[in-house]
C-alpha cells in the first residue's frame, strides 16, 4: 500500500520555464512534508518542507504547496536550471508514533537547455 | 558541517554470503535509519532506531537485521543475501521530532 505517490516517473522541461513536480497521500495522519532531491551515486539532500498548518512554503526558486483537502502536494521551481536535473522524492512523516519518513516512488526531472 | 558515512560505496557478494553494511553520523541524532533504493520503488524503510541498542522494524525487514551499540554508529547485517537483495543502501540520522533526515552517499550493493 503506497500511502505517498508520485505518479509521474518522470518530467522534462525546458531551461527558464517552471518544473512543477506532484505527490499525492493517503494517510490523514500525516502532518509534514518534505522533498528532497537526488543526483546519481549520492544520497538525497533535503530541498525544502511544509507543516500542514500551512498551505504554501518558499524557499528562494522553490516554492512548496499543500492542499490537505485534495491530500495533494506539489513543488514548483522556476525558472528552471540544469543543475536541477535530478531524481525528486516527496516524504511524509505521521503526526504521532513513529519519527521515520514515508517516501514516494521519485520523479526524474530533466532540465533541457 | 553534518556528516553520515557510510563505510563502502560499492560491494560484490556472492549469494549466502553475510553482509555488513556501516554508517555512522557525527551529529550526535538519537534516531538512525536504513532505507533501500530501487528503481520505481522510492526509498523504503527497511529498519531504524530511536536509542542505543533499540531496533524497530520498518515496512521491509524480511533477510535483514541490525546492530545499535553506539549512538553514532548503525549497521546493517544481511545474514544470508540473496540477488533480490541487489539495490542501493541508504542510512540516515536525524534529531528525534525533526522533520528532516540527513543522507549518507550510499551503498550500492550487488549480490551475484
Known amino acids: 500500500d503506497q500511502q505517498v505517490k508520485q505518479n509521474s516517473p518522470s518530467l522534462s522541461v525546458q531551461e527558464g520555464r517552471i518544473s512543477i513536480l506532484n505527490c499525492d497521500y493517503t494517510?490523514?495522519?500525516?502532518?509534514?512534508f518534505l522533498w528532497y532531491k537526488k543526483y546519481p551515486a549520492e544520497g538525497p539532500t533535503f530541498l525544502i518542507s511544509?507543516?500542514?498548518?500551512?498551505d504554501k512554503n518558499e524557499d528562494g526558486r522553490f516554492t512548496v504547496f499543500l492542499n490537505k483537502s485534495a491530500k495533494h502536494l506539489s513543488l514548483h521551481i522556476v525558472p528552471s536550471q540544469p543543475g536541477d536535473s535530478a531524481v525528486y522524492f516527496c516524504?511524509?512523516?505521521?503526526?504521532?508514533?513513529?519519527?521515520?519518513?514515508?517516501f514516494g516512488q521519485g520523479t526524474r526531472l530533466t532540465i533541457n537547455p | 558541517d553534518v556528516k553520515v558515512t557510510q563505510s563502502s560505496r560499492y560491494l560484490v557478494k556472492r549469494t549466502g554470503e553475510k553482509v555488513f553494511l556501516e554508517c555512522v553520523q557525527d551529529?550526535?541524532?538519537?534516531?538512525m535509519f536504513w532505507y533501500r533504493q530501487d528503481p520505481g520503488l522510492g526509498l523504503r524503510l527497511i529498519y531504524f532506531?530511536?536509542?542505543?541498542?533499540?531496533?524497530e522494524k520498518g515496512d521491509i525487514p524480511e533477510g535483514y537485521s541490525v546492530s545499535r551499540e553506539k549512538k553514532e554508529r548503525f549497521s546493517l547485517i544481511l545474514e544470508s543475501a540473496s540477488t533480490n537483495q541487489t539495490s542501493m543502501y541508504l542510512c540516515?540520522?536525524?534529531?528525534?521530532?525533526?522533520?528532516?533526515?540527513?543522507f549518507g552517499e550510499g551503498s550500492r550493493l550487488t549480490v551475484l
Open positions: 532506531s530511536y536509542d542505543v541498542k533499540m531496533k
Open positions: 494517510n490523514s495522519m500525516f502532518d509534514y
Open positions: 516524504a511524509a512523516r505521521e503526526i504521532q508514533g513513529a519519527q521515520k519518513l514515508v
Open positions: 511544509i507543516s500542514s498548518i500551512k
Open positions: 540516515a540520522s536525524s534529531f528525534p521530532d525533526a522533520g528532516e533526515l540527513f
Open positions: 551529529m550526535d541524532h538519537e534516531n
